[in-house]
Structures are given as C-alpha cells and as structure tokens.
C-alpha cells in the first residue's frame, strides 16, 4: 500500500468521525427543535384572561401567572377557596397565591395620638 494509501486511509477516518459527529449534532438539534415546537403549541394554546392564564380548548382549570410569565411554565392553580371575604387560588408549583376577587378591606384601627392635647406630654 505505500504513504499514500495510508494518507488517503487517515483522511478517510477522519472524515468518517466528522461525519459522525455532525450527524450526532443534527440529532440533537432536530430532537431541540421538535421540543421547541410542541412548547411553542403550548403557549399558543393558552390566553390571559384576568388574573390568570386560561388554556383556549375551554379546559375549567387556570394557570398560575406568576410561574408563566417568570418560567414560561404553564402551572395549574387550586380550586377557588374564599379568604378574608375574597376569593383566591394557590399554585401547585410556586405556592404563590392569586386573588380572583379581592379581599375586603377591614377599617382600620385607631389609637390615641402621642402629640398634641391628647398625647402623652399633655398629662
């Protein structure tokens, strides 16, 4: 066989584990693209729809606004519980509540001034 036969053996082994890594590197490009895709659906499938994010196929659970928008996740919510005569729902990811209806504001309480004639000074 002689030195060129050996040159032309070594660049062939050479082009063949570049091939091979290109078409490893394909692979998982391809494999990253069809992940990208199914979470581009994903997003598209959802609407914000105050204060949550509501999938579009009329599905009765929202999704946490909070982990959509700071992930890009898509985080089911509890069901509706009342609080404090408003009514809120936890995430089941972040834990992070959301309130649907406000909660209502209690008056607030009033104590003696410290200054002027009623303070403490004035005694």
């Known amino acids: 066989m002689g030195l060129l036969g050996e040159i032309k053996d070594g660049a062939e082994l050479l082009a ?3 091939r091979a ?3 490893k590197r394909i692979g998982e490009l391809e494999t990253e693209i069809a ?3 199914v979470e581009l659906a994903t997003q598209q499938s959802v609407e914000f729809g105050q204060p949550y994010y509501w999938a579009k196929d009329g599905d009765p659970v ?3 606004p ?3 928008v ?3 996740k898509l985080a089911p919510m509890s069901d509706p519980e009342s609080w404090r ?3 809120r729902r936890r995430c089941h990811v972040c834990r992070e509540y959301t309130f649907e209806q406000p909660k209502k504001k209690v008056g607030a309480v009033r104590r003696k001034p410290y200054s002027g004639p009623h303070g403490w000074m004035a005694r």
């Open 66 to 68: 909070i982990c959509k």
């Open 70 to 72: 700071k992930d890009g």
């Open 85 to 87: 005569g408003g009514v």
């Open 16 to 18: 063949n584990a570049e």
């Open 21 to 23: 890594r290109f078409e």
């Open 62 to 64: 929202p999704f946490c």
């Open 35 to 37: 992940a990208l895709k």
